[in-house]
């Protein structure tokens, strides 16, 4: 999908990445910030990583993306200090990129794309991990009121909203922070 030469242009590191954030950015530093990787989990991506002596990880996010917040750290952390480089793409301003993912069908971000050095695909892995999805859909069964009021334009609707969108968003850091990223690290380590 994509050659070394268009993965060393248009992109962003992992910092120009969480300066880009606005109100999403506390969110994506909390939770790096708590991520501890144990020694028995570094030696498994050290492993992954010889297996193909170097990973390139393409991110197409926005900076408005909820789940890239969410998982761009994780995947930062992961691969971070080893023999591999993570890009995140915005897809809004790459539309190269994304058209070759709307050809595969995908539609969803963050999608993380991993490469060899020789930049042969190794895998795909989109948007959070299903046990993420599950805990979204409770959440809003819980909050049923969360969908309508976020189709309104009535002031005290909006209003609404966002004091809901804050929960909702504490509920999800908190989930990270506790497993949800470890959900991450182990549906990216089996796709290697």
Do not use: Q
């Amino acid at each position: 999908m994509i050659n070394k030469e268009r993965f060393e242009r248009g992109f962003l590191d992992y910092k120009d990445y969480i300066k880009s954030l606005s109100s999403l950015r506390p969110l994506a530093e909390e939770i790096y910030d708590r991520i501890k990787l144990d020694e028995k989990l570094k030696e498994v991506i050290e492993d992954k990583i010889k297996k193909f002596g170097f990973i390139n990880i393409l991110c197409v996010a926005e900076p408005y993306c909820e789940d890239s917040a969410c998982n761009i750290p994780v995947v930062n952390k992961l691969f971070e200090n080893n023999r591999a480089s993570l890009r995140i793409f915005i897809r809004s301003l790459n539309p190269d990129i994304e058209e070759k993912l709307y050809e595969r069908g995908i539609k969803k971000i963050p999608t993380f794309i991993f490469y060899d050095g020789e930049f042969k695909e190794i895998s795909v892995w989109i948007e959070r991990p299903k046990r993420a999805d599950e805990l979204i859909k409770k959440w809003k069964e819980e909050h049923p009121e969360f969908e309508r009021l976020k189709k309104s334009n009535k002031k005290e609707d909006i209003v609404k909203i966002k004091e809901l969108h804050k929960e909702f968003l504490n509920f999800i850091k908190e989930k990270y922070i506790e497993f949800l990223w470890k959900e991450t690290v182990k549906e990216i380590i089996e796709s290697l």
